[in-house]
């Protein structure tokens, strides 16, 4: 039997007249497509889990993690109840499965708990029998019986599991959004809808910024081969984008997207005495801290000092700061600095794999706008750059421009490195 | 160990401020009552069911009851996570459990399930690891795992059952008046609260209208020998009011309260002439809509006819009369009438089983205002009549007198019929 997982997020279940909806939708996705099982998965209604947590905090300004969870499971319990009502009114046979229910076992890290495996036995069991499930996303259940939930991103997480769990066919995840776009279309007007893009790249472009998708739940998919689809609750016959195993793609794109975020600062310890236990004292400070360094570079200069820099999160960065210029005499540095008015950007895409040339282009690309590029970091499949804020728009539209409108002209040189 | 109970309903759990109330309230009791072991039962906060209802009715006129029991079971979720949090900021070890947690089975009759047995495993569990378990009220589990709820006075219903179910000495039923009194005393500037009554007493008067207990609570709490305590959250020092088995009674009096109901009606069918068959006839119309009967008299005519007259919820009358208006030509009927503007007062005490002359004294304290009764009827430790509306209170506060301010003297005669 064919089977799809359909996850509906917040947005689109935030209401009753978005319910009614998200029941139309699936009504007529089962009449169009008789004997194809399904499975929903849907999250709180927008709002109610910061609800939710403001009413916990304003209890207590660090409320226990157990019964948190508790409290806030509630709101997915919400959707599914409203949902499998809307459902039951159009002659579908929907029935409801909290995580005790639907047998979704966690971790016991409360908050931010990790599905450790799901018994597919209750919910094939309702399958069998015809009926719809939807299921609570969002949270499980640990090996005491609490209520657990799975962190930022948690209700995709239960979708995709769900999928690998069933061995479904296919994961739709509905949102506000129609698809994933090559960048953000607020700033380039020529930014266009993917068809397909990898689940490694789909990963890149989550974690650096693309609000889509949470990298877990990419990560959990692509672990899984669980074929996403991204596409709007609001506009479904628009097709969204097939996030697929990198071997199933028609089209292996050299640049398939430009990702960009504001929310990192660049801090610079200058001309340190080189040697490696200065470096060492710098990223372990940081490290006992719990600051996330992101972006790392270093720079020699004629004295035989160097200069290193590396980003963290805006919010932690006076933090950071702060620890570097305590840290200054000690390792005897001329000072640190900290800029915050810069933007990373991103070019992503599987085919850097097969092409050379791409940091060039890139560099090409921006230096014809007159933007100076201050760190440069490279995987596999992704080139990323410092740039001033200021100019961050304009980067990626020249990036865009380059690289997606027109088609790059690269010599293939399979298996060569990227950059 | 010593073992209570205690059950705060929605007002004492209606907003942050009442909830960190509740939790100090509790606290308190701990630090007071060193030893005693606790486990606490709460609502869903004041207002929160009927938001939860209506948010499903506004999708749907009749939801699905199991999904409805989905929906309505997080208010209490809710309520245990806050209630948890609060008490745990307080350094008591206190720990959510929802009903699949405390393992309270229920039969699968959604919105009224009927509690088939509590598994005692779990809560005597976290008792011997010195937890304090807050369970939600209202709420079951069925044998397939589906979350049912319990229907009015569900909650007081969940803490009895518990209270049975763990040998608890005392089931508190915290509420948001101080106890349960001799009667209204809106109506009746001398009630006095009593400082005890018995189950059987408690449930004539929570049938009768008093509504501080639910009668399906107190029936539970009757069948199991539970002793309840009423008592208000906001001014526990003041004590409450104690429900005991009869035999505990320290005094039995002839009469405990006084109670009224004004939301029935009575309905005559006029001069049938006589024979089971009519009779049969007009309660069987009625019992086939499922409009319930309340008192029945009959009084037989010098020409041989009957007249029957019988009380129904106010809400069914009009129903009612129709029913009994379209059964006139069929039983040869002279006529039926229907009276809405009539008041219930009952009188009720364990000590009328062994008092006579009581219906003689509410006669007689009816008579002396100009008050007629209209219907009258008994059970073994009550007297209800049927009064004009407009006499309610003046009947109140004549029968109020009459019984309770001042000591009746009647001769006590040990095991005469009542009345």
Not at 239 to 266: C, S
Request: aromatic share 6%; hydrophobic share 45%.
């Amino acid at each position: 039997m064919k089977l799809v997982v359909k996850k509906f997020g917040g947005t689109s279940v935030g209401d009753l007249g978005r319910i009614s909806q998200v029941a139309e939708l699936l009504r007529k996705f089962l009449a169009e497509n008789p004997g194809v099982g399904l499975v929903v998965v849907v999250s709180a209604m927008a709002g109610e889990t910061n609800r939710l947590t403001a009413l916990a905090k304003s209890l207590v300004a660090e409320p226990d993690p157990r019964e948190l969870d508790t409290l806030l499971a509630t709101g997915e319990q919400v959707s599914i109840a409203l949902v499998s009502i809307a459902l039951r009114q159009l002659g579908i046979p929907a029935r409801s499965f909290d995580a005790q229910q639907a047998q979704i076992a966690t971790n016991n890290r409360h908050l931010e708990a990790q599905i450790e495996g799901i018994n597919a036995a209750a919910l094939n069991a309702a399958l069998a029998r015809g009926e719809i499930p939807v299921v609570a996303g969002f949270q499980g259940v640990d090996e005491e019986g609490s209520i657990t939930t799975l962190g930022r991103g948690g209700s995709d997480i239960t979708a995709v599991a769900i999928a690998a769990a069933l061995k479904a066919d296919a994961c739709y995840i509905y949102t506000d959004v129609d698809g994933v776009y090559s960048t953000d279309p607020r700033i380039c007007r020529y930014a266009k809808r993917l068809t397909q893009t990898s689940h490694e790249e789909m990963l890149e472009m989550a974690s650096l910024g693309a609000k889509v998708l949470h990298p877990r739940s990419v990560y959990f998919a692509m672990q899984y081969a669980v074929p996403l689809v991204v596409l709007s609750t609001f506009n479904p016959e628009r097709g969204g984008t097939w996030v697929v195993p990198e071997e199933e793609l028609v089209e292996k794109a050299v640049v398939t997207g430009i990702t960009y975020r504001n929310d990192e600062a660049k801090i610079s310890v200058h001309h340190m005495p080189q040697g490696i236990k200065s470096f060492n004292l710098v990223f372990s400070a940081l490290a006992e801290q719990g600051i996330f360094v992101d972006m790392i570079t270093q720079a020699g200069a004629a004295d035989g000092t160097t200069t290193v820099s590396f980003t963290v999160p805006d919010e932690a960065s006076s933090k950071a700061l702060a620890l570097m210029q305590a840290l200054v005499p000690k390792i005897k540095a001329e000072g640190a600095s900290l800029e915050r008015d810069i933007a990373k950007i991103s070019v992503v895409g599987v085919g850097m794999r097969y092409h050379t040339g791409v940091a060039a282009k890139l560099f090409e690309a921006l230096a014809a706008e007159g933007i100076d590029v201050s760190m440069i970091a490279t995987s596999e499949i992704k080139i990323s750059v410092l740039v001033p804020r200021k100019f961050s728009e304009v980067s990626i539209r020249a990036l865009h421009r380059a690289f997606i409108e027109n088609q790059p002209e690269i010599a293939l040189e399979r298996g060569a490195a990227a950059v």
